[in-house]
């Protein structure tokens, strides 16, 4: 070969080079936003049934799919600096739980896709238009909160015998609270109970609420759920029980953690549906076109060493109906 066929090969060789390493380059892998309302501990439960569904679903973290996750750590006015994080990354899909997550990340984006795995009243709130046409680009799964409220009064007068007055403890910044409170002042109403209204916004409140409540001779204690009573749930509990309170809660974390008993929606499962609506918007579904979608599953926890502690003698009858009985 002469030496100028030789450099020419050489050169158009070289030039060709940088194409095909391009060419090699692994396409962007479709990527989950999610925003987890607490620790990557305090809700690993729940992750791990959305990324187990995912899973079953043909998606494999890190293969055919990636996660950008982001903690608010119990601290909801941190979620719109999440929310614009992982918007910068570019993820195809929100994926996130809680009334101000969903509210924040509305308000950065009307593009992307946003899922929420449980909000307490999205249609109240006004997360979506209705449970059937959830409009915009914003649907996911009702938690029902309000709507069990009174069930949950009903199942704690049960268990504190001559149950007269009861305190209602909310973090009142948050959209869904004022309803659930609503919810419990009227069936209070219809029970003959004198209830109380105990105001938090953020962990250092606690305290200072729970001396009030033994000031207000309170005979059990109503948690309205939220993130910021998740994340501190250990605490609350520990407050409680030193005030000798009962304490009624939204889910099962709560009396795993401490707390009398509990009545709602299982977490885990509500992450997993959640997970088959992401699967939906990642093969080119709407959002606006995926009903919102209503829990089918309720949970009566109640938690028997916490009972002894407080002196309450719990019914067999009420243990038999009990979906677990943690001891």
């Not at 946003?114 to 059937?132: M, N, R």
């Not at 069930?151 to 009861?166: A, I, M, Q, S």
């Not at 109403?189 to 209204?197: Q, R």
Request: glycine share 8%; no cysteine.
């Amino acid at each position: 070969m002469r030496r100028r066929e030789f450099i020419t090969l050489i050169g158009g060789a070289a030039a060709a080079w940088p194409l095909a390493a391009r060419a090699q380059q692994p396409a962007k892998l479709p990527t989950i936003g999610f925003l987890g309302t607490n620790s990557a501990a305090t809700q690993s439960q729940w992750t791990a049934a959305f990324v187990q569904r995912l899973h079953e679903l043909g998606w494999v973290e890190g293969r055919t799919i990636a996660i950008e996750y982001r903690w608010a750590e119990g601290h909801p006015e941190r979620s719109a600096e999440l929310i614009a994080e992982l918007i910068r990354l570019k993820v195809d899909v929100i994926a996130t739980s809680g009334t101000p997550q969903v509210v924040a990340a509305m308000q950065t984006t009307a593009v992307i896709p946003i899922v929420f795995a449980a909000a307490a009243d999205p249609v109240g709130t006004g997360l979506v238009a209705s449970l059937a046409r959830p409009g915009g680009n914003v649907t996911g799964l009702s938690a029902q909160s309000t709507d069990v409220a009174g069930k949950r009064l009903e199942l704690l007068r049960e268990v504190v015998p001559g149950l007269r007055r009861f305190a209602i403890m909310a973090n009142i910044t948050t959209p869904a609270a004022a309803r659930e409170i609503g919810e419990v002042q009227a069936a209070a109403g219809k029970l003959a109970l004198e209830a109380t209204l105990s105001e938090i916004r953020r962990a250092e409140d606690f305290a200072p609420a729970f001396e009030l409540l033994l000031k207000g001779r309170a005979e059990a204690l109503y948690i309205v759920t939220d993130q910021v009573v998740t994340f501190n749930r250990v605490r609350i509990n520990t407050l409680a029980l030193a005030a000798r309170l009962p304490t009624m809660h939204g889910f099962r974390e709560y009396v795993e953690a401490g707390g009398l008993m509990s009545y709602g929606v299982s977490f885990p499962d509500l992450f997993r549906r959640a997970a088959d609506l992401v699967d939906k918007v990642l093969r080119g579904t709407k959002p606006a076109d995926l009903p919102v979608q209503q829990p089918t599953k309720f949970e009566l926890v109640i938690n028997l060493t916490t009972a002894k502690a407080l002196g309450l003698a719990i019914p067999e009858a009420f243990l038999l109906r009990a979906d677990e009985v943690i001891e």
